[in-house]
């Protein structure tokens, strides 16, 4: 083995950021535990998070086709074929050859990414046929197929390939098998972290409580709640103090100026910031989805929180976050299919007048170190 095993992070972003943003949290981690870190990218090569002095390599990008996962398109926008999936296959063997890795690590795959068998089961198989170590990260909560034959697909790639399962959550807030029927099948080979945080750990300072802050992650899928927001502020009572939208990297620039054209004195709307749980901790209300990063976010700040989970086709794992959260009054709930401008300034109103105190999180956030733990013990001597 090399002075610095070799960590081989295979992560295959299709919409929005929030699966980066995790992932370069764990490449980070990695790095201070002493892998020398590779990141494999298999996204569109926008605006990377901090991957501190990992290595970076890019492969022949794809992306979702207008957020529907069953369409995969290319840099042209044209589907992807198998002459597509060839090269891509090959990138991948050619880099795993050069690279010599000491452990590999897969984002989301078998249990989601599953199109993505056409390169990563060969992948995983050369890494059998070399002894090299395996495991997947997964988010807390997961999208249950629907078909019996794509979870047998998960369960059966696991135990043929993979040593480990990193589940960043808790089992006793929600084990696996809660959103993946029958996980629990998988037995020793499942591996809890904690939560993997991907903003500051720096102590933040509370200030004056002041603003309403207003986000949609990426924004990709957020037009419908800026949209609803703006319409909000107009019939909210409580507009004192400042309402912020901060508008997410993938919104469409026209949406961007169309949006950012009604602004107002005490109504701030721009791109989204780097300083944004910073923004947290000084507001007093914050409105956004239910994605793994926000609810860091939002758990680690104790901001007080109105969430609209993202659940468009068969989304269910931000409405369950959410439902699990609230139950035990961390936050407040809209369901997306029920927001209104009337509805949203009615809740608005309401949690303004209240205040109510979010205790801090009981639930670890060192998930990232954890798991960067668990992929040592897996190396080989």
Request: hydrophobic share 40%.
């Amino acid at each position: 083995m090399t002075e610095k095993p070799k960590l081989f992070f295979h992560v295959q972003h299709l919409l929005g950021i929030g699966h980066q943003m995790r992932a370069a949290a764990l490449t980070r981690a990695c790095l201070k535990a002493g892998f020398e870190a590779h990141y494999i990218s298999g996204g569109f090569p926008e605006e990377l998070p901090d991957l501190g002095d990992a290595y970076f390599h890019q492969l022949t990008p794809t992306k979702t086709r207008n957020g529907d996962f069953n369409q995969l398109i290319d840099e042209k926008g044209d589907l992807i074929d198998e002459k597509w999936w060839q090269e891509r296959r090959n990138q991948l063997i050619d880099l795993y050859n050069k690279i010599s890795p000491d452990v590999i690590l897969l984002e989301g795959f078998p249990f989601a990414r599953r199109k993505f068998k056409e390169e990563l089961i060969p992948l995983l198989e050369k890494a059998k046929n070399d002894n090299i170590p395996c495991a997947t990260s997964i988010r807390d909560i997961l999208v249950d197929p629907k078909k019996e034959k794509k979870r047998q697909f998960a369960f059966d790639t696991t135990n043929q390939y993979l040593d480990r399962v990193l589940i960043h959550g808790e089992k006793e807030f929600c084990p696996l098998e809660r959103s993946f029927k029958d996980a629990d099948c998988l037995g020793d080979k499942l591996i809890y972290t904690g939560y993997v945080d991907s903003g500051s750990s720096k102590a933040l300072e509370t200030g004056d409580l002041s603003e309403v802050v207003i986000s949609a992650g990426g924004g990709a899928v957020g037009q419908r709640i800026y949209e609803t927001a703006l319409q909000a502020y107009k019939l909210s009572q409580n507009k004192a103090g400042i309402w912020r939208l901060l508008l997410g990297p993938n919104l469409p620039d026209s949406i961007k100026t169309k949006l950012k054209s009604q602004a107002q004195d005490n109504l701030i709307i721009e791109d989204a910031r780097s300083d944004f749980r910073n923004l947290l901790s000084s507001a007093k209300l914050s409105i956004s989805q239910a994605g793994y990063n926000t609810i860091m976010d939002i758990l680690a700040t104790g901001v007080n929180s109105l969430v609209i989970p993202f659940a468009d086709g068969e989304e269910s794992e931000q409405t369950l976050r959410a439902e699990l959260l609230a139950q035990a009054n961390r936050l407040s709930i809209v369901d997306e299919s029920s927001l209104t401008p009337d509805l949203l300034a009615d809740k608005i109103d309401i949690l303004l007048a209240n205040q109510a105190v979010i205790p801090h999180t009981p639930f670890p956030l060192d998930g990232a170190e954890k798991s960067a733990t668990i992929l040592k013990s897996l190396l080989r001597n």
